[in-house]
């Protein structure tokens, strides 16, 4: 079956960094687009960025642009963000999602980890 384990997460203070990893397995990893998205405390998901099978394409969300880079190594099924610049409201549980299909669509997610967590301090 589809498993995704997220980890990386944390506490850092403003301005720091951490890379999220999230190890893939029970599917093919190189077909697929992979997303994170995140959730703030009491608030909805969020969608942070998502990569093309290929690597090919990336997108990002105004929040993020220019300070988080998401890649994937296909031959370590693995998916990766490195979060730069980190603001308190950064502070959210990180998923892992797996697209339905090779491109990123934000929306046809059909399997998430268990979350990260990640914790900016002021």
């Known amino acids: 079956q589809v498993q995704l384990v997220e980890s990386g997460g944390g506490l850092v203070q403003a301005g720091g960094s951490l890379r999220l990893s999230c190890a893939a397995s029970?599917?093919?990893?190189?077909?697929?687009?992979m997303s994170w998205v995140r959730q703030a405390p009491d608030k909805g998901l969020e969608w942070v960025s998502g990569?093309?099978?290929?690597?090919?394409?990336?997108y990002y969300a105004d929040s993020v642009k220019g300070r988080f880079t998401i890649s994937r190594d296909n031959a370590k099924n693995t998916l990766y963000l490195q979060m730069n610049s980190l603001k308190p409201e950064d502070t959210a549980l990180y998923y892992c999602?797996?697209?339905?299909?090779?491109?990123?669509?934000?929306?046809?997610?059909?399997?998430w980890g268990q979350g990260t967590l990640v914790t900016v301090s002021s």
């Open positions: 999602a797996k697209d339905q299909y090779y491109s990123v669509t934000r929306g046809a997610l059909d399997a």
């Open positions: 029970g599917f093919t990893f190189s077909s697929y687009a």
């Open positions: 990569i093309y099978s290929g690597s090919s394409d990336k």
